[in-house]
Structure formats: structure tokens, C-alpha cells
């Protein structure tokens, strides 16, 4: 299985249970890893170059999905709307558009980035606080959608959604150095994300599809 996945700190998590996850899955399954950005992979997944992936949630409408998303209830801090003339992040899909379904004006800042203009104290508006003010609702910023070995996808997702994975130091430590950030505000970042689709991030998801 070819499995696409976002390079943005967000999906530590899930990348750190990949690891512990396949050693004891490896007669079943061969992965091998495609990074690249939200755009990228969402397009990769459309034409099979991959074939699962965590895709921006405005383009999963018409695929096949599991339970899991990419998920922030009130502040993401890594989805940010900036200060002066419109302009789209050609990293994002999801993002660009929610702005557009904000009626927000200014520059789109998404990913390692944009978490890293907040931490350095830069001004800018949370697109996922703004959608909360707007709906009261969380925002889906990305699910787990599959072409292919759906059975083995859904049972990955399934487990992954029952484990708590815990993050080494030195991954920690590793992943926030790269950023240009601590690993105290990485965990601090993460504590903000979540995974598992509940019903307001399943209501969340309707709404803005349909907007």
C-alpha cells in the first residue's frame, strides 16, 4: 500500500503509530510513504498515485472515508487568515475555501508555518476559531480517505482511534528543532488536534460541504 501523508506536525501522532503499528503487520502489509503537501496529496489520491491518505476534507466528499479526521474544536493555530490583499495558500485546499465561506478578506497561512507566525507572536485571524463564532461547531480540516485496501485502512483507523499514542522525547525533540520550535510548545500544539469524527465533527463537515 502506497499511503500519502501531510508533512505538517499535526499528524505526528499518527505517523508515530504507523511505526509501532506495522513491524507486526508486516506480512500483511508493505507500506511505503508519499509526503508532500495538503494539495498534493489530495491530487496524488484522485489519481491513484496513493492509495490512502488524509485529504482536505472540502475534496472528500465524493470518496470513500474512515472515522478519522484532522479535527480542532474552537482555536487550530496552524490556520491562520492574515492582514492584506486576498491571497490563497497553494499548500491548502480546505483552508482557502473556508475563508471564502467566512466572507474573510487576506492572506491564507497554513501548516508548520503559520503555528510558528502564531508562536513568534505574529497577528492574524484563526480560521477555525472564526468558523466555531460562526457555527459553534469544530472544524474538519483533513479525514483518511482510501482507493484501495479499505478493509485494511478501516482496520488501521479503527486501532489508531483506540490508542493512545504517547510521543517519544526525542521525536519531540527532533520534529520541533526542524520548526524552529520547542518541544514543549509542539505538545502544546498538539493538545489542540484531534482525530476521531464525533457527531459535531460529522455535523461540522455536512455544513461546510453544503456551504
Not at 502506497?2 to 508493505?30: H, T
Not at 496513493?50 to 490556520?79: E, H, M, P, Q, R
Not at 485546499?93 to 508562536?119: E, F, R
Not at 482496520?155 to 527532533?174: G, N, W
Request: proline share 3%; net charge positive; hydrophobic share 40%.
Amino acid at each position: 500500500m502506497l499511503f500519502g501523508s501531510i508533512s505538517y506536525l499535526n499528524l505526528l501522532p499518527f505517523q508515530v503509530f504507523l511505526k509501532r503499528y506495522l513491524p507486526g503487520n508486516a506480512p500483511k502489509m508493505s507500506f511505503n510513504y508519499k509526503r508532500a503537501v495538503p494539495s498534493k496529496i489530495n491530487a496524488a489520491l484522485k489519481r491513484r498515485e496513493v492509495n490512502a491518505a488524509f485529504i482536505s476534507s472540502v475534496g472528500s466528499g465524493n470518496c470513500d472515508c474512515t472515522n478519522l479526521g484532522i479535527i480542532a474544536d474552537k482555536k487550530v493555530y496552524s490556520v491562520l487568515l492574515l492582514e492584506g490583499a486576498d491571497e490563497s495558500d497553494p499548500a491548502s485546499a480546505t483552508s482557502n475555501q473556508l475563508a471564502k465561506v467566512l466572507n474573510l478578506q487576506g492572506k491564507v497561512l497554513i501548516g508548520d508555518t503559520a503555528l510558528k507566525h502564531y508562536l513568534e507572536g505574529g497577528k492574524s485571524i484563526d480560521l477555525a476559531e472564526a468558523w466555531h463564532e460562526k457555527t459553534g461547531l469544530p472544524f474538519v480540516f483533513a479525514r483518511l480517505c482510501y482507493n484501495k485496501h479499505g478493509d485494511s485502512v478501516k482496520k488501521l483507523a479503527k486501532k489508531f482511534s483506540r490508542t493512545k499514542v504517547k510521543i517519544p522525547q526525542y521525536i519531540l525533540k527532533r520534529e520541533a528543532k526542524k520548526r524552529g520550535i520547542t518541544a514543549r510548545q509542539l505538545t502544546w500544539y498538539l493538545d489542540h488536534i484531534y482525530y476521531e469524527m464525533d457527531y459535531k465533527a460529522k455535523r461540522s463537515l455536512k455544513l461546510f460541504l453544503n456551504l
